[in-house]
């Protein structure tokens, strides 16, 4: 089974912080991506990468960047956290398009 | 453009009560359509990949079917284990490469005992 896990799964921090959101996967798929899910928004993509060191944007790629130094680690960094960037972020990674996903990490940012 | 539109945005059933859910698409030249459950929570679970019209996959309770413009996942008998949200996916046009996908903003099941 395709394991995808992210580092934490709930998580608060304060305005302006540096914020890290790992996430590791073990079938070696060269395709990770990055979402962010709000309620009645449904799921968006923030950036992908489809090797390592390669990077994508998404379609709200503002506000966060992203690391790929191995090929199982996929890294979202939010630059200086805003409230507006509450929300659940999840990670997933694919192969031939089915895409198989993390638990998800609930951040709160006061 | 391309757009994923699922139907209804919630469902109340009673325990047993079959029903259907619908994903409808505007993507050319479809590369898949895929179907996933999302408990409350957590990450979405892959269910199933559907290629071509006239395709199915079944799953216990669960059945999905693929014409030219829609899915539709048919819940058969269902019980209350089966309450989740249900997100229905296609890859979009994106310069060639693969694995984009354009998720709909899901069906929230609910059933009843």
């Known amino acids: 089974d395709v394991k995808v896990t992210q580092s934490s799964r709930y998580l608060v921090k304060r305005t302006g912080e540096k914020v890290f959101l790992e996430c590791v996967q073990d079938?070696?798929?060269?395709?990770m991506f990055w979402y962010r899910q709000d309620p009645g928004l449904g799921l968006r993509l923030i950036y992908f990468?489809?090797?390592?060191?390669?990077?994508e944007k998404g379609d709200i790629p503002e506000g966060y960047s992203v690391s790929r130094e191995k090929k199982e680690r996929f890294s979202l960094i939010l630059e200086s956290a805003s409230t507006n960037q509450t929300s659940m972020y999840l990670c997933?990674?694919?192969?031939?398009?089915?895409?198989?996903f993390g638990p998800g990490t609930r951040l709160t940012v006061t | 453009e391309d757009q994923v539109t699922q139907s209804p945005e919630a469902l109340r059933l009673q325990e047993g009560e079959s029903s259907s859910l619908n994903c409808s698409y505007t993507?050319?030249?479809?590369?898949?359509l895929f179907w996933y459950r999302q408990d409350p929570g957590k990450g979405p679970e892959f269910l199933f990949t559907?290629?071509?019209a006239g395709e199915e996959k079944e799953k216990e309770r669960l059945k999905a079917t693929l014409t030219k413009k829609e899915s539709f996942l048919h819940i058969t008998a269902p019980k209350p284990e089966d309450s989740a949200t249900y997100l229905c996916?296609?890859?979009?046009?994106?310069?060639?490469?693969?694995?984009?996908?354009?998720f709909g903003k899901g069906t929230k099941l609910s059933v009843k005992p």
């Open positions: 996916a296609v890859p979009r046009n994106y310069g060639g490469s693969q694995g984009n996908l354009i």
């Open positions: 990468s489809y090797d390592v060191k390669m990077k």
């Open positions: 079938m070696d798929h060269e395709n």
């Open positions: 993507v050319s030249g479809l590369r898949g």
């Open positions: 997933a990674s694919e192969t031939g398009y089915e895409q198989y």
């Open positions: 559907l290629y071509s």
